[in-house]
């Protein structure tokens, strides 16, 4: 696993040549707060990491219930069992394998990997504007109904999920790339990602961290190109 440290923020990629999946590691004074859990593969890495820093997993934070966020969710819990599991109310129901649509929702099918055999349960649901330790919690549907991103206070340093991808070309999630469809493909509500995208450039991240790609810093321009982009294709 490729790990790549940015201030407080450390991202971890599985199989960065050929599919990368990241997830990602916050490092606080008492600990480390894992955002995602990629792979099943991935648990291996993320211990050794965490191990490296020399700091215990002590949240494990959820941007939404997709497998690819969620694959080593169980085996990284059962090494930290203490450390509580925070997911969006919505995407809670996702984690739990159910794929049914809210009213006032738009009804277009939630789409991508749902989890089949997950363990564990979230501890904590969270909703806008929730803290979890140096982390403000922000309601971002789109890629699924309950997607969040995370911002660190103390750098601006914003985790977007699978918000915007960065692998195969900036995009905005559900504005497919030839060369890495699978974000798009895995889209639930085109306009909510639309005007989620908006809501996080809002933010002015200091850099954008996202599921699949290499962070950027200062990404407010490229941002921009890529919301002006799809939403004349909207």
Same mark, same amino acid.
């Given at each position: ?6 201030? *407080? ?24 707060? $894992?955002?995602?859990? #990629? ?7 993320? $211990?050794?990491?965490?191990? @490296? ?24 819990? #059962? ?19 159910? @794929? ?35 982390? &403000?919690? &922000? ?17 601006? #340093? ?25 974000? #798009? ?8 990602? $639309? ?7 809002? *933010? ?31």
């Amino acid at each position: 696993m490729r790990a790549i440290r940015e201030g *407080y923020l450390y991202q971890l990629t599985s199989l960065a040549r050929l599919f990368p999946v990241n997830c990602y590691l916050i490092e606080e004074e008492e600990g480390l707060t $894992l955002i995602d859990a #990629a792979m099943p593969f991935s648990a291996k890495g993320i $211990l050794e990491v965490a191990k @490296k820093i020399g700091k215990p997993i002590t949240r494990i934070v959820l941007t939404h219930a997709h497998e690819d966020h969620v694959g080593a969710l169980d085996a990284v819990k #059962a090494e930290f069992a203490a450390a509580p599991v925070y997911i969006s109310k919505r995407d809670a129901r996702i984690m739990d394998g159910d @794929k049914s649509l809210e009213g006032g929702e738009p009804q277009t099918v939630i789409k991508g990997g749902v989890p089949k055999n997950l363990k564990t349960k979230p501890d904590i649901l969270l909703n806008e504007g929730d803290r979890v330790g140096s982390l &403000i919690a &922000i309601e971002t549907p789109g890629h699924t109904p309950g997607s969040m991103s995370f911002m660190d206070i103390r750098s601006n #340093a914003l985790i977007a999920g699978d918000a915007f991808q960065i692998r195969g070309g900036m995009a905005v999630a559900g504005d497919k790339r030839i060369w890495f469809p699978f974000p #798009a493909l895995g889209t639930w509500d085109k306009k909510t990602a $639309l005007k989620s995208a908006k809501k996080i450039l809002s *933010y002015q991240p200091s850099i954008l961290a996202v599921g699949h790609g290499e962070m950027i810093k200062n990404p407010q321009s490229e941002m921009e190109k890529v919301i002006k982009r799809f939403e004349m294709k909207l």
